[in-house]
């Protein structure tokens, strides 16, 4: 079975899902996050290319990841826009390549909506972003948590 890419607003049944695993993962880095919210985030992002936007990866009927094109990622650093924001690929799904093609799908969304420098931060995967181009724009202190900003600019993807 392949990988297929459709926007969450597509496929809305996984929004829980997807909502309880961005919980999970970073909560301690964001005041305030719980599922409600996320799932209130998540309507906003109605579909297509445009500024919010969430893209998940799904193999068959079982989400695998995820990624976010957003114009705010969080409260405490405002100074850098749009966002790579929530990439997330499930625990036993990792090491496919599935995180490197979610990326390069948001670069690609970015780099067609005219965006000129992409942003991210993260705390811990800034060697898998330096791979992939990403470079170190700022570090920054989230609720005590040293994390890096990260920028790019955005590219197209490879005709297929």
């Given at each position: 079975?392949?990988?297929?890419?459709?926007?969450?607003?597509?496929?809305?049944?996984?929004?829980?899902?997807?909502?309880?695993?961005?919980?999970?993962?970073?909560?301690?880095?964001?005041?305030?996050?719980?599922?409600?919210?996320?799932?209130?985030?998540?309507?906003?992002?109605?579909?297509?290319?445009?500024?919010?936007?969430?893209?998940?990866?799904?193999?068959?009927?079982?989400?695998?990841?995820?990624?976010?094109?957003?114009?705010?990622?969080?409260?405490?650093?405002?100074?850098?826009?749009?966002?790579?924001?929530?990439?997330?690929?499930?625990?036993?799904?990792?090491?496919?390549?599935?995180?490197?093609?979610?990326?390069?799908?948001?670069?690609?969304?970015?780099?067609?909506?005219?965006?000129?420098?992409?942003?991210?931060?993260?705390?811990?995967?800034?060697?898998?972003?330096?791979?992939?181009?990403?470079?170190?724009?700022?570090?920054?202190s989230l609720r005590g948590v040293?994390?890096?900003?990260?920028?790019?600019?955005?590219?197209?993807?490879?005709?297929?």
């Amino acid at each position: 079975m392949s990988v297929e890419y459709v926007w969450l607003s597509e496929a809305p049944g996984h929004a829980q899902q997807l909502a309880e695993w961005h919980v999970a993962e970073w909560s301690p880095l964001i005041p305030g996050f719980n599922v409600p919210g996320m799932l209130d985030e998540f309507a906003t992002h109605d579909g297509g290319l445009k500024i919010p936007t969430t893209l998940i990866a799904l193999e068959g009927d079982a989400l695998l990841g995820s990624v976010s094109l957003l114009e705010n990622d969080h409260d405490d650093i405002r100074a850098y826009s749009p966002w790579l924001a929530s990439l997330y690929v499930r625990p036993d799904q990792r090491g496919r390549g599935l995180g490197v093609d979610l990326v390069r799908r948001c670069e690609d969304m970015a780099q067609r909506l005219g965006v000129e420098r992409l942003y991210l931060y993260t705390s811990g995967q800034e060697p898998f972003y330096r791979k992939l181009g990403w470079q170190d724009v700022a570090t920054v202190s989230l609720r005590g948590v040293c994390a890096t900003v990260m920028g790019i600019a955005p590219r197209a993807l490879p005709d297929a």
